[in-house]
């Protein structure tokens, strides 16, 4: 049996205008921002739409249903 490549096992990084999730909000992802980072959008409790760099690696892909 081969020997799995550790690239392998890393998560991919998310495509601009996929949905994610990071902490407990739904997040759109607009695209790379330096480093292993994204930038995304997302609306915070106050309401508020921001716009944020985060790891991609933080970011969960939703499941098969948003609510």
Do not use: C
């Not at 915070?44 to 739409?49: F, K, L, N, R, S």
């Amino acid at each position: 049996m081969p020997a799995v490549s550790p690239h392998k096992s890393r998560k991919r990084k998310p495509l601009r205008g996929s949905l994610a999730r990071y902490r407990n909000r739904i997040v759109e992802v607009l695209g790379e921002a330096r480093g292993q980072r994204v930038m995304i959008r997302s609306i915070h409790d106050d309401g508020v739409e921001r716009r944020t760099a985060v790891k991609w690696i933080n970011l969960l892909p939703l499941e098969t249903e948003l609510f």
